[in-house]
């Protein structure tokens, strides 16, 4: 019997298979890594390691669209720049633009002498003698040979055992070793992947690279490199960091020898791996500049130099002109940098959260150029990567009055006092609501002297005489009230006191000060000075502010926006 299903029925069927579908039991923890005595976690990071960017090879290889050679060129002016000494250029036995990108380096010259070009290949020896051909004539290079160790890979993609697995291994590297004797006019490097090597049984990895290194005899002169992927992310940091101290602790000819990371940031952890498997044991980094790389991509060596450089080590790579390096990367790979992409993005050292642009002002009038670098929310002085303080802070409807003050100081050296300060948040607020978005600099100054300044009507200063009598002020001032001029005369400890106790006489209004400031602009012409008056008038506060060439005139065209703006 047939029956036909209500919308209702079929949703509760769609969602039952929602959750056959997705069900965590399927999959399996990794396992732990037989070491009881692990050392890595008191370590810190002392140096930089040796980097590798593989940006030409393994971030090539995940593009939509592969880099041409003319953009391989641009991407290869870029990496020598910031100061890359080992480069991986591409696997020229697999691409023919690889293979003309190889010899295009070598034969029009342009590897500088300290700098290695790394090829990949696979343990084949049709490729692997085509590798070397595509280097011929280079004054030094890394030859990479790899195969798969993994149990998956042993046991579902090649069926062969352990010892199949290991045969593939050493026999790569006898080709290679071989095949590198052709070109005694180069000095060659042999580099070795055990690869999925964080899927691999410890103790076999170990053993497939001894079996490897057995071949290649290296010595501490002369040195080999064996690299530990990460080639699909699958554990905590931890415990890789775990696998890479078991690794190092359990090779053989371990003086002889540079331990080479390449992690991916399946997990988003790439870059926390590598920290900790430099803390393991390790001398070398592999990644790509931003992280690009199959599937969520590579090790980001940008934000790994720049971690270390924000504990105070010396990253060995010129990382000051980051906007550079995101133009050249996107246009090379097509792919967008996130605003929020760390330490170099956009908005990475924008902040617009109230408390937060409070801190950050504060912290930023107490920084001295002679002391380390102290200031909340900013791990680093942005000066350092271009970035100038204009980006710190930006207003939109989350911001206080921190970071109006902050814009205000920054753009038009106005100091508002605290007071003034929340009053004006609250006007900027409201602005931005309504308006959307961020507010600039402009409008939070003509909103400010649209507010407070309203020294013109209806009553203005037209001119003033001062007297100073033993230890008081008098003055004699003349105003325009409304359209006429009229003349008030008073006296006081100052000549704020004898101007409102002045205007006191002549209007009969009680006036009291409950706040006064002033200072000199920081920019402006003919050393403007502004100054800020809180007024208590009929049991209310009222603001003003007024600038002029001197602070008198300041001080008394303060008073009377306070007095204009109680009316």
Not at 58 to 81: F, I, S, T, Y
Not at 198 to 212: G, H, I, L, P
Not at 378 to 389: E, K
Not at 459 to 473: P, T
Request: charged share 25%; net charge negative; glycine share 6%.
């Amino acid at each position: 019997m047939h029956f036909l299903l209500n919308s209702e029925q079929v949703l509760i069927k769609q969602q039952e298979l929602i959750v056959k579908t997705f069900d965590h039991r399927k999959y399996r923890p990794a396992p732990t890594v037989p070491i009881s005595h692990r050392q890595w976690p008191a370590r810190r990071i002392e140096q930089a390691p040796i980097w590798a960017s593989v940006d030409l090879r393994d971030g090539n290889q995940a593009l939509v669209e592969p880099m041409n050679v003319a953009q391989k060129r641009v991407m290869w002016a870029l990496l020598l720049k910031l100061g890359f000494k080992q480069i991986e250029i591409g696997f020229p036995a697999a691409s023919q633009a690889d293979y003309d990108f190889a010899r295009w380096l070598i034969e029009a010259d342009q590897i500088p002498d300290d700098v290695q070009i790394q090829v990949l290949v696979q343990a084949r020896e049709a490729l692997i003698t085509r590798t070397f051909e595509a280097l011929k004539g280079a004054k030094q290079a890394i030859v990479h040979v790899y195969n798969s160790t993994s149990t998956v890979q042993r046991e579902r993609v090649f069926c062969l055992s352990r010892e199949g697995i290991i045969n593939i291994a050493v026999q790569g590297a006898q080709w290679v070793k071989a095949e590198s004797g052709k070109y005694p006019e180069t000095q060659w490097q042999f580099q070795y992947s055990p690869e999925s090597f964080t899927n691999t049984e410890m103790d076999y990895a170990v053993e497939v690279c001894e079996a490897v290194l057995d071949v290649w005899q290296p010595t501490p002169a002369n040195k080999c490199i064996i690299n530990l992927p990460a080639t699909v992310e699958s554990s905590t940091p931890n415990l890789f960091a775990d696998q890479v101290e078991y690794f190092c602790t359990h090779i053989n000819r371990r003086d002889s020898i540079i331990v080479s990371l390449h992690t991916h940031n399946d997990r988003g952890c790439a870059v926390a791996a590598a920290e900790l498997g430099m803390m393991a044991g390790a001398d070398r980094v592999e990644g790509t500049l931003l992280g690009n790389g199959e599937r969520t991509g590579n090790m980001d060596l940008i934000t790994m130099a720049m971690n270390l450089y924000s504990q105070g080590i010396d990253p060995v790579l010129d990382l000051s002109e980051p906007d550079e390096i995101i133009r050249v990367v996107t246009e090379c790979t097509q792919i967008p940098v996130n605003p929020r992409h760390p330490w170099v993005g956009e908005l990475v050292y924008t902040a617009f959260s109230g408390s937060h642009q409070d801190a950050i002002r504060k912290c930023l009038q107490q920084q001295r150029d002679d002391e380390s670098w102290q200031v909340a929310y900013l791990p680093i002085d942005p000066r350092d990567l271009g970035r100038d303080y204009k980006a710190i802070i930006r207003v939109n409807s989350q911001s206080g009055k921190g970071g109006i003050a902050f814009v205000l100081e920054r753009d038009y050296g106005i100091h508002l006092p605290r007071w003034m300060q929340s009053e004006l948040a609250v006007l900027v607020q409201k602005m931005s609501e309504s308006q959307g978005g961020v507010i600039d600099g402009d409008a939070i100054y003509h909103c400010f002297v649209d507010h407070f300044v309203k020294d013109h009507s209806p009553l203005a200063l037209k001119r003033y005489h001062l007297d100073h009598n033993g230890s008081r002020d008098v003055i004699d001032a003349r105003i325009n009230n409304d359209g006429c001029e009229q003349i008030i005369k008073g006296e006081g400890e100052g000549a704020i006191s004898a101007f409102i106790d002045a205007w006191q006489q002549h209007s009969g209004q009680s006036l009291k000060v409950i706040d006064y400031s002033e200072h000199a602009l920081e920019e402006g012409t003919d050393a403007e000075a502004i100054a800020y008056v809180q007024l208590e008038i009929a049991g209310r506060c009222y603001g003003g502010s007024a600038r002029d060439h001197d602070t008198v005139s300041a001080s008394l065209k303060a008073v009377i926006s306070a007095l204009n703006r109680s009316k």
